[in-house]
């Protein structure tokens, strides 16, 4: 079984994740039972849904797999996180894009060049020629570049102009995003779908704490701020609702 390689640490891992990922789901929808803005619940529970079910197909040795290298090396290769990712990062976009009321181009761009991050990672991490590994590490990793550009520049300036605290919650999250994120193509490089410094166990080890800090955690500052979120009006179906409501005790 592919899991071999993962060791005990790994093995602990993927079994933390699913429940970490299980209770924060718990958590968000504990939380956001008193938020009005249930747009920010509801993407925010699909994030550790979908990862929790992603560490429980991991911890099962379902989602792995292991690739051999043209030069007869062998790889044990994960393929559920990048299933979790393409899913959950950009709804951790959306969150982020909500908060700063962005318009709909600039919430595709987005959502584009996170999908195009994590499907050029996966060629990168699936490649048999470890030169090509390379290629793909770097076109993705531009796009992260580019993504985090975005949201520094484009997002920040936005967010700015939203009432109350949003503004400062929008720079906690978007802080708390950058610096994770960038930690995951490092991880990348020196875990074993690269250099090989770090082992497979201490890699899965270290991927669960980013992805319980980039979901549970980056959740929870998000849905416990609700005083802060309850000030943002959407323009939404919800809201055309409550303004029909009204139209009606008017007359
Ligand atoms: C890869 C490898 C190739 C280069 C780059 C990567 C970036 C991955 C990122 C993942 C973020 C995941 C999150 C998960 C939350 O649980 C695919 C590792 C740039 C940024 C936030």
């Known amino acids: ?31 956001g039972r008193e938020i009005e803005n249930k747009e920010f619940v509801v993407v925010t529970v699909f994030i550790t849904l979908v990862a929790a079910a992603s560490y429980l197909s991991m911890a099962l040795g379902f989602s792995v797999t292991e690739l051999i290298m043209q030069n007869g090396e062998t790889k044990t290769i994960f393929w559920g996180r990048y299933v979790d990712w393409v899913i959950t990062t950009p709804l951790l976009l959306v969150d982020l894009a909500l908060l700063a009321n962005v318009d709909r181009n600039t919430l595709f761009t987005l959502i584009g060049l996170d999908v195009f991050m994590i499907v050029t990672g996966l060629v990168a991490t699936l490649s048999n020629v470890t ?27 936005r967010a700015e102009k939203q009432p109350g605290d949003v503004g400062s919650l929008f720079a906690t999250l978007r802080n708390i995003t950058v610096v994770l994120w ?23 080890a270290a991927f669960m704490v980013l992805d319980l800090a980039a979901k549970v955690g980056f959740g929870i500052l998000l849905l416990k701020s609700r005083e802060t979120l309850n000030v943002i009006e959407f323009y939404s179906g919800r809201d055309e609702e409550v303004g029909g409501g009204e139209a009606a005790t008017a007359d």
């Open 182 to 204: 960038l930690a995951y193509p490092i991880l990348w490089l020196v875990g074993t779908e690269g250099l090989g410094v770090v082992g497979l166990g201490v890699e899965t």
């Open 1 to 31: 079984m592919p899991t071999e390689a993962l060791g005990q640490i790994g093995h602990i891992a993927l079994w933390v994740g699913t429940a970490g990922m299980a209770l924060g789901t718990a958590i968000f929808l504990w939380l």
């Open 131 to 157: 030169g090509h590994r390379y290629i793909w590490w770097g076109v993705s990793t531009g796009a992260l570049v580019v993504l985090l550009y975005f949201l520094f520049v484009i997002l920040d300036e």
